[in-house]
């Protein structure tokens, strides 16, 4: 199969960016500047990310297109404004995760953000579970580029008026060279940002100017130290098939609503989790030294017993310091309990923490 | 006045007398981006020739530092363990990860000169 590009590419290797291939599409892992200096960047600037990869899923139709989404999403969309989003999970019977997504209420239906590598196989489903009643169009005529950090609000209001005022997960259609973007205010770095859909003849033009008024492209593998950092999940580490939202820590994101009342696929189990408890969950894992525990790395309590595996692990710029994600049995999930990792053969002490690792300080208001 | 010699697994090698300075070169770190983490031999330690002798990860992923040649840890370089971004802003001299007392000098005949390690360290990540 071909290696895909995004529309960006030419732009990425002009701004001399190490590739990588990720999902089938040739990515930017850093430019010159580095990883660690990209990371600091987006937390104290601006950063932009060509996240073009992802999937646009548009989702077209009425009053029972929202009945049949409540079949398989555990989400209130009857109650879902227009222009406003949610984080949501495509499950399975068993509410294992094949997906986690944002889905957005726009004018005739839904837009739904999935995961690069997931997107055709939750076409597939989706489909099936729709039974092609409704146009769905995996849109790869847009681009799908993310603004990051603290300067980047005044950096694209500058010049599409307006954004200023979108609240956090919410959206609008904005007019960019007489064409129709859509943005939304939200991300995945734990900074303040917008992602912006835009036809792809438009998307190095836009990026241009948001490098022209003074934010710079930053690499997969500054967004990847970004979101671990902001204790945000990852496909494929910390979400898979085999775990459900329950365990995954992300209960917040089931309508409590819909929970009472079930009735969509996987509500079963996760009453059933909900009630019961989970046997494993997923917490944070700060290792107490320099010592960097990576996915895989297994987590023993302190009689030596197995109780967990490292899902995601790296250096925190920010915090200056290791941080980690993984999944323990349930027991030796609460704050502060201490664990060892294996690392190349050692054992090295770490604490079960709290997430994020890193949180904004600044007040909004307080920057210049 | 000795000359520096090259591994295949990137390692540059400077021979003072009996005792054979090692550490990662340039065009290594340029392949791993930023260093975040070092682990060095312990101080005492025997390692073998192309035997592990340490450990780098930048922020992406853990790689393995190799010996070139066989011999006692005689001293470790303690500052690139407490601030690892010196391996990347002075890889061929003062950020060295450690000191060999070298047990046999004619395996050094097996390593690459400059010249050579340049041409196969561009045609390795071509």
Redesign the interface.
């Known amino acids: 199969m071909e290696i895909k590009k995004t529309s960006l590419y030419q732009l990425h290797q002009d701004s001399k960016a190490k590739f990588v291939e990720f999902a089938g599409y040739q990515m930017p892992i850093q430019y010159s500047d580095g990883i660690v200096e990209e990371h600091k960047f987006t937390r104290n600037h601006s950063g932009i990310f060509d996240v073009s990869h992802m999937g646009q899923l548009f989702l077209y139709g009425d009053e029972k297109l929202i009945e049949d989404l409540e079949k398989i999403f555990p989400l209130n969309l009857k109650d879902l404004k227009l222009n406003h989003s949610k984080y949501s999970f495509l499950m399975n019977d068993e509410a294992g995760i094949y997906d986690d997504l944002i889905i957005t209420k726009i004018e005739q239906g839904f837009l739904i953000i999935l995961n690069a590598a997931c997107k055709e196989n939750d076409f597939k489903i989706l489909s099936k579970l729709l039974n092609n009643k409704y146009k769905m169009v995996l849109d790869e005529k847009r681009s799908l580029i993310a603004i990051q950090g603290p300067k980047s609000v005044k950096i694209l209001n500058d010049f599409i008026n307006g954004v200023k005022d979108l609240s956090f997960m919410s959206g609008n259609w904005f007019l960019f060279k007489e064409q129709k973007i859509y943005i939304t205010r939200s991300g995945y770095t734990g900074e303040d940002g917008f992602e912006i859909s835009l036809p792809n003849d438009q998307a190095e033009k836009f990026t241009k100017k948001l490098i022209e008024k003074g934010a710079k492209l930053i690499g997969l593998g500054a967004r990847d130290t970004l979101r671990l950092e902001a204790g945000l999940c990852l496909y494929g580490h910390e979400l898979d098939k085999d775990k459900t939202p329950v365990e995954a820590n992300l209960k917040w994101a089931i309508s409590k609503e819909r929970i009472s009342k079930g009735n969509f696929i996987g509500s079963n189990k996760i009453y059933k989790q909900l009630n019961d408890g989970v046997s494993k969950i997923r917490v944070g894992v700060k290792p107490e030294g320099k010592i960097i525990a990576r996915e895989k790395t297994k987590i023993f309590n302190q009689s030596d017993l197995h109780i967990g595996e490292i899902t995601s692990g790296t250096f925190g710029p920010s915090v200056n310091g290791p941080v980690a994600m993984g999944y323990v049995e349930n027991e030796f999930s609460k704050k502060d309990t201490k664990v060892f990792l294996e690392v190349r053969g050692k054992k090295y002490p770490a604490n079960i923490c709290g997430l994020p690792f890193y949180k904004k300080s600044y007040v909004k208001g307080a920057n210049k | 006045m000795s000359e520096v010699k090259y591994s295949k697994e990137h390692e540059w090698i400077k021979l003072e007398g009996d005792i054979a300075i090692v550490g990662i070169t340039k065009h290594a770190t340029e392949m791993l ?2 260093i ?2 070092a682990e060095l031999p312990e101080k005492g330690s025997n390692v073998e020739k192309d035997g592990t002798a340490g ?1 780098v ?6 790689s393995d530092v190799y010996t070139p040649v066989s011999g006692e840890v005689v001293d470790t370089n303690q500052a690139i ?1 407490d601030d690892p ?1 010196k391996i ?1 802003q002075d890889p061929e001299d003062s950020a060295w990860f450690f000191k060999l007392k070298i047990k046999d000098p004619s395996e050094m005949d097996t390593l690459m000169n400059k010249d050579d390690y340049d041409k196969f360290a561009k045609e390795t990540s071509a």
């Open positions: 981006g930023d975040v983490f450990v990860e930048s922020t992406k992923a853990a363990v971004s990347n």
